[in-house]
């Protein structure tokens, strides 16, 4: 059963925009990770925030984590045309580290 | 550095045919993960190993089986595939269980 879910499903934004996407849970973790999906590719790793963090940047990537919600936020600032992919939460669960995967917001980034 | 690789890329089996994808990395990795990930899902996954010599089951095991055949290699195998079994395989592997993961490129299989 998944751990995250994203929202929203799909998000189609002008170059230059930012863009923003959520991810809830259901039960404590250690970590929140979000990865990024091109089509037709690999999942490539974005950025890990700890569930003792609340927020961490890396470039114009912005991650919240509150706990308290079980929810955490990726923000994407001044948008590009190769930002267009598919972006995944990842939780692990406080007792269990194995990764669960959200199935995925899909950003169109339009020129 | 080529990260982690799968072999094939692609694969057509007929049901009930057998198969092993392949998996390796080279960047000294404890851990190595096998997931499926199906139209409008996340990845699910089937089986991961923690380091060298232990595997152990994943969310999605049923009809898979796995070597970890050397702190490099990891080998997924599908003894009598099934039509529920195609799918996209992504492979990863990272330093520890608490860690970023690195994917490799995924192998797109088909059963009919």
């Known amino acids: 059963s998944q751990q995250g879910e994203e929202d929203p499903q799909a998000l189609s934004i002008q170059e230059g925009e930012n863009a923003t996407m959520n991810c809830s849970y259901k039960t404590s973790i250690n970590n929140l990770q979000w990865y990024r999906q091109n089509s037709g590719r690999g999942l490539v790793h974005l950025i890990l925030i700890r569930s003792n963090e609340r927020e961490k940047h890396s470039g114009r990537l912005r991650v919240t984590l509150d706990t308290s919600k079980k929810s955490s936020s990726l923000l994407i600032t001044a948008s590009r045309a190769a930002d267009t992919a598919s972006y995944f939460c990842a939780t692990d669960k406080e007792d269990d580290y194995k990764l669960s995967f959200g199935a995925g917001t899909t950003v169109t980034v339009r020129a | 550095n080529a990260g982690v690789t799968q072999t094939p890329k692609f694969q057509v089996l007929k049901t009930g045919q057998s198969m092993t994808l392949q998996c390796a990395q080279d960047m000294n990795h404890n851990s190595m993960y096998w997931y499926r990930q199906d139209p409008g899902m996340g990845l699910r996954l089937i089986y991961y190993s923690a380091s060298e010599g232990t595997t152990d089951k994943g969310e999605v095991p049923n009809g898979y089986n796995v070597s970890r055949l050397n702190k490099r290699e990891f080998s997924l195998r599908l003894e009598s595939a099934a039509p529920s079994q195609t799918s996209v395989y992504f492979c990863?592997?990272?330093?520890?269980?608490?860690?970023?993961?690195?994917f490799g490129p995924g192998t797109r299989l088909t059963v009919l």
């Open positions: 990863a592997s990272s330093d520890s269980l608490y860690n970023e993961q690195f």
